[in-house]
């Protein structure tokens, strides 16, 4: 029943009271519930938010660090105020894709239910990060033309293996070396690097220093910054300075409501 | 390579700058960006949206107004300032599920893939809400067990078939009793109806009067309220009255951030 083949499933799908005992709650505001066929709309809830929808996609070697500068990118926007969901091998290997392995298909599998699931978040105009290993280009290829190009940040993770080996955090290389791990990404698995990622993230500054997390979460931010993603559409013109910051939040603006949605 | 099989995949699983130009946009208040293994916690990005996560499980059969009132709910929400998001087979049937067909064993895993994404959402503090025929109790108690109790709201929508296809919104029934729809719920596959739903939504008022989609999303809008979704914890002593509305939201309390997170 699955067209789980690479031929079939790597094509991008086409677009296309009863019992209630809080009756006594119901205030006046409630009586103007209207009726709606279609839901509320991501410009609306974007608005809401007073933030842009969009995945950061994080592709790169087992330990090159994508986990760690996706978690210190999240505390960073959240000091910001901002609604951020992360997906990581940990919340979804255990959970949505618990029924999948490590095949070249079934890590095809893998990807577009993540990027389908990073599709959701964003219409919700939540910031989704998504840090996943991904080797293969058409995977992440196929997530951006579903996605959409803007709404799609690759950020490449370009830590050379050997330093992602002597690292090795979880102690996979040296299982994978010994022939414990099979199908290893780097190892007897191949990595295709992104060719136009929006952001590549080298293991050293331009001064030749071994760069941080904390740096490498800092660049994103100002791509963020600087392409809009964390204003609203309609206070692009009135927000002023790099910056609201978590405690500017009581002086956001409240977007206009559009009631004909 | 998939265990789409009923006995395997109804179990639980177990738990477990390089080259970015918007350097100059650096502030200080970026300099202090930290390092941090684990990302931001649930609790945390609750304070931020000042709701709880929870998903509204809306269960029936077709044509009983799942969706019509999954959509009002969501406007009427969102007019009080609360982040939705609204899965639907709309968006999940053409999205992540595009590769499952309509046998027992895939609206097993159907239901399963939609669970594990709603779970997702409830954990980054979005009130979800989920319209999905959903007829095997099975499924719909696994996702209940899978989310925990309190954040697992079912709304049955008990409308009798001969209304539903009465309604016959879609030409569904027409084709099923004609047989050129196979497996159609209702008709020649079952629908098993929830013993115990936190709330039931019957097709008429206790007046005998038929009930609306407005009527409907007013129950569940008060049960919500009731139960406390539609505040943060931290502001539970704050907040009087029963409503913030959506004009309230520039006078919202700031939640305190906890920094050691």
Known sequence: MLALGRSIS???PAHGMSSCPGAQYLTAREQ??????GGVSREAKEALLHQKGCVVWFTGLSGSGKSTVACTLEHALYRRGVTTALLDGDNIRHGLNCNLGFSEAERAENIRRVGEV???FVETGVITLASFISPYRIDRDLVRQRMGCRDFIEVYMKIPLEVCESRD?????KLARCGKIKCFTGIDDPYEAPERPEITLDVDDPQGRRQSPEAMARIILAYL?????LRTPLSNNAVKGPSRGAAGLAQKKVPALDYSI
Chains 1, 2 share one sequence.
């Not at 103007?32 to 066929?37: L, S």
């Not at 910054?225 to 993603?229: A, C, D, L, N, S």
């Open 32 to 37: 103007h519930i209207t009726w709606h066929e």
């Open 225 to 229: 910054e600087e392409h809009g993603y």
């Open 169 to 173: 955090p979880k102690g996979l290389y």
């Open 118 to 120: 990073t599709k959701l």
């Open 10 to 12: 790597r094509k991008l």
